[in-house]
């Protein structure tokens, strides 16, 4: 559910934080971004607004000063005024005393300025100051209207306008009028109604001088100076933020009067320009805070139903590495759902696994009974808690040969039905474990008294005792039990190699059986286990060594041949054949020791052919790994050609048990020595199983009557009966017998008497090294030839 890479990850909740910050900040940007898009957009929309309205208002005043002119003109084409007499200024005037008297006043001039006739304004009389017309008269020949200025005569505002007159006799005039604008009714400049009522309007001279501007600031601005100001200099065409003469700032657009050198300045105030740009900004915020508030919704939705489901089935998978009870909650959206049914049913199946493997872990899989392990620990935690318990280690006999015969399949079912007997023949608190193999351990709590101990054991010898029925096959079982009784002081791992060594006992006293363990037995394991690590290195550190016994002719007392008989000279002194040679053949070192006993004793024969002149044979012990080992003909053949020796130099000594082992692989194996020239001798006869069928099939040549058997010669009568008979079985089979451990005369005499065909033993030559071969040769001589 997590992936585990090697770097590590952020929270979801973390993930959701910074989502939301970022769509903030996007937000932001794009609420700043669209504001200031806003404010241009409504800056050139106020602009062109202002510009048009301007461009209105100019239009409007041009309208104005078109519709005096065209007032002006056809008065100026009067022939009283055309007469430029002052004789008829009453007709020339006549019916505007009333009008222009109260609006302005008016002058009829002559080519130079001077004046011919006026009308002055109301209550002025005739007394007015003389001005100077000609400052206002046009140059160019062509009327000239004004803009308001200041009148000479009143001082008003007003606006002075001058028309041309053609007078008689080629005379030249002009007609002056000056209209007070407040007389007129102009009192300012119209705010057209397409502009904010905020705005207001100025008309600047070509000195950019104030001349008019909106009617309710017309008195107090008309003819300020705009010097130092922003008005000093021209404005931009899409308009420029100005101060205003009260100091607040205005938005203004200028624009020039048609057919004047006139400007009119329309200005808003700065929260007119904006106002748009703010309720622009005003909705957008609106409109982010909206859009915030829905993400925090969200996110806190999301944490809800993903972030938080998320972060609890993390923690049960936390949780479940712990070993704990725990389950994943089925919450959130239907895929959290469905991932944590699909982990909570992982974790089901992994429990069960788990289960099974810690039942696999501490119980046997064929038996379903207790192993190894948890024996041990079932046996540890009774030591620690002080209680004493008895061990009882049992291994069946001869278990191999069911499973040879039978198949393994009958064997494992032998198995099972034996560990449910043993069930049966225990107390309730006793514990039956399979130790491996054919080896089964009891274990008893509590137990101190040895006759307890030794019922629990015929128990479990009797549970064997009825036939086992299966598969359609009949079988009987026996086994040795080793018994010991371990307290608070012992470990558990002495107590089963104890309980072991005490079954070994019990194999050794005759099966079946049992045997208590004792201090001797552990000395006697661990001298066991210091020659097994020893003998590993014997061959290398060459403490090997051969000694030979002369077989004699029984009746002549002529040396025969030798037996070749292995010696240890271990590292803390020598070693009995009898202690170290079976632990060469359970571990396996009897192989690599035969090989060597094979090559030294060749190269020995073939000296001692070369030394007598003849043919010595030695014999040499064949083990039952050696026998059933592939290629044995080959290593013999090997070892022959080798030492230089003959094929009737040596003869290879086998037991009936080593035939036994596999009867095919040794029956072939033999054949092919045979086929070499190799004599075979069968060693020990009469105290295996003596098989007479095996005895007729093998292929040997030679019979040697076990030492236990040539003992009792002249003392019990039986004997004489069995080595008399395996004589007569021998001869019959067309074989020569050996007799072995001849130590009397009297055992010496009955063998010739019996036919025996050769002997050897102390009586005649002991064990020693190949030099000695020659005086215990002529001592064996001798000794025949006294005896005869």
Not at 663 to 684: P, S, T
Request: aromatic share 6%; with cysteine; glycine share 10%.
């Amino acid at each position: 559910m997590a992936r585990f890479s090697g770097r590590k990850s952020l929270p979801v909740l973390t993930y959701l934080v910074l989502i939301f910050g970022a769509s903030v900040l996007a937000l932001g940007g794009l609420v700043t971004t669209t504001t200031v898009a806003s404010f241009n957009s409504e800056r050139g929309r106020v602009a062109a607004t202002l510009r048009s309205g301007a461009e209105l208002a100019a239009a409007t005043l041009s309208d104005e000063q078109d519709q005096t002119t065209a007032f002006l003109g056809p008065m100026a084409a009067q022939p009283a005024v055309r007469a430029l007499d002052p004789s008829r200024c009453d007709v020339a005037f006549a019916g505007l005393a009333s009008l222009i008297g109260t609006f302005g006043h008016m002058h009829l001039l002559g080519a130079e300025g001077k004046e011919i006739c006026s009308l002055h304004p109301v209550g002025a009389g005739d007394r007015h100051p003389a001005v100077d017309w000609a400052a206002v008269l046009p140059r160019d020949g062509q009327p000239v209207p004004d803009g308001p200025i200041a009148d000479p005569l009143t001082g008003q505002l007003s606006r002075i306008l001058v028309m041309p007159v053609q007078g008689d006799g080629g005379r030249t005039g002009y007609l002056v009028t000056v209209l007070f604008l407040t007389g007129l009714g102009w009192s300012g400049i119209d705010v057209p109604a397409s502009l904010p009522k905020e705005t207001v309007i100025l008309e600047l001279d070509s000195a950019r001088t104030v001349v008019l501007q909106t009617s309710d600031e017309a008195r107090t601005l008309g003819g300020r100076e705009t010097s130092g100001s922003d008005l000093a200099r021209p404005g931009p065409a899409r308009g420029r933020m100005i101060k205003w003469f009260d100091g607040q700032e205005r938005f203004a657009v200028e624009v020039a009067v048609p057919g004047s050198e006139h400007f009119l300045v329309v200005a808003v105030p700065r929260n007119v320009l904006t106002a748009g740009a703010q309720e622009h900004l005003r909705r957008n915020l609106l409109l982010g805070a909206v859009a915030s508030i829905l993400l925090a919704a969200l996110g806190l939705l999301l944490h809800r139903r993903l972030a938080r489901p998320i972060r609890r089935i993390t923690s049960a998978i936390r949780e479940a590495g712990t070993g704990r009870e725990v389950w994943a909650p089925v919450e959130g959206p239907a895929e959290l759902g469905e991932m944590a049914n699909a982990f909570n049913q992982m974790l089901a199946e992994r429990r069960s696994r788990e289960a099974d493997l810690r039942h696999r872990a501490t119980h046997d899989v064929l038996t379903g009974l207790p192993n190894r392990a948890a024996l041990s620990e079932a046996l540890s935690q009774c030591l620690d808690e002080g209680r004493p318990a008895a061990v009882l280690f049992m291994d069946l006999d001869r278990f191999k040969l069911v499973n040879d015969s039978h198949g393994h399949a009958v064997g494992d079912a032998l198995l099972i039905a034996l560990g449910q007997r043993l069930g049966t023949a225990v107390r309730p608190q006793d514990i039956v474990a399979r130790f491996g193999g054919d080896e089964f351990v009891v274990l008893c709590p509590d137990v101190v008294d040895e006759e307890v101990a030794i019922q629990i054991a015929h128990r479990m010898s009797d549970t064997m005792a009825e036939a086992f029925l299966v598969e359609g096959h009949e079988l009987f079982l026996t086994g040795s039990v080793g018994v010991t009784i371990g307290r608070s002081s012992d470990e558990p791992e002495d107590l089963l190699r104890d309980a072991d060594n005490a079954m070994y006992r019990a194999k050794e006293q005759g099966r079946p059986g049992y045997a208590f363990f004792d201090a001797g037995m552990r000395d006697k394991s661990r001298r066991r286990l210091e020659l097994e690590q020893e003998l590993h290195f014997a061959l290398e550190r060459d403490e090997l060594r051969l000694v030979y016994q002369p077989v004699f002719d029984a009746l002549t007392g002529e040396a025969v041949g030798a037996e070749a008989l292995l010696r240890w000279d271990g590292p803390r002194g020598p070693v009995a054949p009898a202690e170290f040679i079976p632990i060469a053949e359970e571990t396996g070192l009897v192989i690599p020791i035969g090989d060597w006993v094979l090559r030294t004793a060749c190269h020995q024969a073939a000296a001692w052919r070369r030394e007598f002149g003849r043919g010595l044979p030695v014999s040499v012990n064949i083990a039952a790994r050696q026998l059933t080992r592939p290629g044995l003909a080959t290593q013999v053949l090997v070892a022959l050609g080798e030492a230089g020796a003959e094929p009737d130099d040596l003869v290879l000594e086998i037991t009936e048990h080593g035939v036994l082992e596999d009867f095919a692989a040794a029956f072939r194996h033999l054949q092919e020595i045979r086929a070499l020239g190799v004599r075979v001798a069968v060693d020990d006869f009469g105290t295996g199983w003596s098989s007479l069928s095996y005895l007729q099939r093998l292929p040997v040549d030679e019979l040697k009557i076990d030492r236990s058997f040539v003992a009792t010669l002249g003392v019990e009568g039986p004997s004489m009966a069995i080595v008399g008979s395996l004589v007569s079985l021998a001869h019959g089979l067309g074989l020569t017998v050996v007799a072995e451990g001849v130590e009397t005369d009297e055992q010496l005499t009955e063998l010739r008497r019996l036919g025996c065909d050769f002997v050897q033993g102390y009586l005649l030559a002991r064990p020693g090294p190949p030099e000695a071969l020659a005086a215990d040769v002529a001592c064996g001589r001798r000794r025949a030839g006294a005896a005869s």
